[in-house]
């Protein structure tokens, strides 16, 4: 069998914050692309809320979930229109609060034209950090029950991803968050972390119950620790 994913039984509670971690091709994004319906499932089922969803309508599951993947699109046109692009009755204080959750209204007030700044074509005149952030803030804006970080802030160094995060925890209490991310110090008190290995779950459980099971997460964490 071919299958990508093998064996994945995975509850996850909601509300709750939720690491997903492995090597490069271990099937991260495959899950998540299951989840958002961008591939379909061959064999077995994905339920949420109780609901199959391949049998719930594909935008209203979307507009459940905010999938934020490593490099977002953003369009010609502003800051503000990009980040209200799926919101486009929000509010500027709404705007500017989704922003501020994101880590990126500091530095959007910094440039010259504020929130009315162009971004230019794809996103050009920004940092890949800087489009990180205006994706996140475009997710938050629209409140979803689910957000999905995928490698999302890989660009950003790590106090900022602290920062976002700790935003992110305090303002998404009734959301679940799913944190797809090779930087194991960004979900290090996630309620459960999820170690994935060639297409299945190797490990699962929070961070001290990995770190004194001493084997996969623990000796890529150890890694991680003696490099920075």
């Given amino acids: 069998s071919n299958y990508i994913l093998k064996n994945i039984n995975l509850k996850i509670d909601h509300p709750s914050f939720i690491g997903i971690v492995g090597l490069s091709g271990s099937g991260k994004s495959t899950l998540f692309k299951l989840l958002t319906k961008t591939y379909e499932v061959t064999d077995g089922s994905i339920y949420i809320d109780g609901y199959d969803i391949s049998k719930v309508d594909l935008y209203s599951l979307r507009s459940q979930i905010g999938y934020v993947p490593q490099d977002s699109v953003l ?41 009315n700044t162009p971004v230019g074509e794809r996103g050009q005149n920004l940092s890949g950090g800087q489009r990180q952030r205006i994706a996140i803030a475009r997710t938050i804006l629209r409140k979803p029950r689910l957000i999905i970080l995928d490698e999302s802030t890989s660009a950003l160094d790590p106090d900022t991803e602290k920062s976002l995060i700790k935003n992110l925890k305090n303002y998404a209490k009734d959301m679940t968050l799913i944190f797809i991310t090779h930087r194991l110090n960004a979900i290090s008190d996630a309620k459960s972390i999820v170690v994935l290995d060639k297409g299945s779950i190797a490990e699962i459980g929070n961070h001290q119950f990995l770190i004194d099971k001493a084997e996969r997460y623990s000796a890529l964490y150890s890694q991680q620790i003696s490099t920075n």
């Avoid at 500027?92 to 034209?113: G, T």
């Fill in 75 to 115: 369009f010609e046109g502003s800051i503000i229109e990009n980040i209200s692009i799926t919101s486009p009755n929000a509010s500027f204080k709404q705007i500017e609060e989704a922003a501020s959750i994101a880590c990126a209204n500091e530095f959007i007030q910094r440039l010259p034209a504020g929130y």
